[in-house]
């Protein structure tokens, strides 16, 4: 196997133009144990962890700039996510473990579009745009449009993930994050659920919600927002808003949990939800 290690992205770009089968590879937490396991054999590996225009978090006003090669325990870090993206934080912080998250990076976390990313859906309902580099230019799409199904992106052949931005929410918005694995730690979500919610005047004035691990891609509930809307945020809200959820996600069953497990708990994540937004409420 050939290993390449260019210093920029142009040089990456380059690279896949010279080597058209080529794999990328960060961190390479999922590349490596599929490489050992056989399941996949690249004949030239394109290692990005040199390639400083692909790494870094930079604030821009209302929005947070992360290169694709940015390591989930540098997001946990960053003061600026800290403090202004806590919903990204908390899902950086459910990610693996700490050797692991060391070495995964927020790109190949999209990259590998597994339905159980922990970044995809915070991503989503904080309306992220991905920045998609090649040797013709730079496109900008959606973060929820990306990742297409289990497995597959919206990248071209010869193009580079290269950075993510992420529009800072207004003050006084909540945001959520919660996983549920079959453990604490090292799991991969069963379900997992990322909301933002602006309450005033103690009535929700607007809600998104993402699900993760509850279908091929992340899935949204355009029913269970417009319900929360315009309510106050009270457990029967909630509990309203997590009948339409059961209906809406797309699970399967597996060797984790069953498809009616993961509906069930879909719903009864807005109940944890409720929680932190009706104290919100109460000022």
């Not at 922990?118 to 929820?144: F, Q």
């Not at 984790?256 to 104290?279: D, F, Q």
């Amino acid at each position: 196997m050939n290993v390449l290690f260019p210093a920029t992205a142009d040089a990456v770009l380059e690279a896949l133009r010279a080597h058209p089968d080529a794999r990328l590879m960060a961190g390479g937490t999922d590349l490596l144990v599929r490489r050992r396991a056989g399941a996949v054999a690249p004949g030239v590996l394109v290692c990005l962890e040199r390639v400083a225009d692909l790494n870094g978090v930079e604030v821009l006003g209302d929005a947070i700039r992360i290169g694709a090669a940015t390591t989930l325990t540098a997001i946990l870090e960053n003061g600026a996510i800290r403090e202004r993206l806590p919903l990204l934080r908390d899902a950086a912080g459910a990610f693996a473990s700490p050797p692991v998250r060391n070495m995964a990076t927020l790109g190949g976390n999209l990259c590998t579009a597994s339905p159980a990313a922990d970044t995809l859906p915070p991503l989503c309902v904080l309306g992220a745009e991905a920045e998609i580099l090649s040797s013709s230019g730079t496109r900008r799409m959606p973060v929820a449009d990306f990742v297409t199904g289990p497995g597959r992106t919206a990248l071209e052949p010869g193009e580079l993930l290269g950075s993510v931005t992420v529009p800072v929410p207004g003050g006084g918005t909540i945001q959520h994050f919660e996983k549920v694995g079959r453990r604490k730690a090292m799991a991969i979500a069963v379900v997992s659920l990322a909301a933002l919610l602006r309450v005033e005047g103690g009535v929700i004035a607007e809600a998104r919600l993402a699900w993760g691990s509850v279908g091929p891609t992340v899935v949204r509930c355009p029913e269970a927002e417009a319900l929360l809307a315009g309510r106050a945020p009270t457990l029967e809200t909630f509990r309203a808003a997590g009948e339409s959820v059961r209906r809406a996600v797309r699970p399967i069953d597996d060797v984790r949990a069953s498809a009616g497990y993961r509906r069930r708990v879909a719903a009864n994540l807005l109940l944890r939800l409720a929680e932190k937004a009706g104290p919100a409420a109460l000022g």
